[in-house]
């Protein structure tokens, strides 16, 4: 009867056991799949995770124009320092506590910049990023693009 018959249903097998290793003209997806070396970088998704795809293996990757997260994540700068963790490790509010509103107590010594409305006192990094965060843009000043006389 049936209850002494083995399952004939194929089991889906568990990412480790697809592969061990690949030839040397193979792929390793993340998951342990071979693929072709051929099959990366063709705009399909040959790996079950896509990364035969990634812009990084592929020379695809856009240089960063916004602020860049610890892990390399690119995400636009106004949500720097806006209340909520946007890049995975935080570090898009890391230093937020740093910058204040008021430039009464700024710490020119550590290198911090007042705005000239005196609206917020800026990290240096802040300051000439061709991202203005003072609210009359005295952090993008002429001085960004001023190159020091030193006759």
Do not use: M
């Amino acid at each position: 009867d049936e209850a002494d018959c083995k399952d004939d249903k194929v089991s889906a097998l568990e990412p480790e056991t697809l592969a061990a290793t690949c030839a040397g003209t193979d792929y390793k997806c993340g998951d342990g799949l071979c693929i072709p070396v051929s099959w990366t970088c063709d705009d399909q998704d040959d790996c079950h995770a896509g990364d035969d795809e990634d812009p990084k293996l592929c020379g695809k990757e856009r240089e960063c124009d916004q602020y860049t997260c610890g892990n390399g994540a690119c995400i636009p700068h106004r949500w720097v320092c806006d209340g909520g963790v946007d890049c995975q490790d935080g570090s898009d509010e890391d230093a937020c506590g740093q910058e204040r509103n008021g430039t009464d107590s700024c710490k020119y010594e550590q290198g911090q910049f007042p705005c000239g409305d005196g609206s917020k006192c800026l990290l240096g990094d802040h300051v000439c990023d061709k991202i203005s965060q003072c609210e009359d843009g005295s952090d993008e000043g002429s001085f960004c693009t001023q190159k020091p006389d030193c006759s």
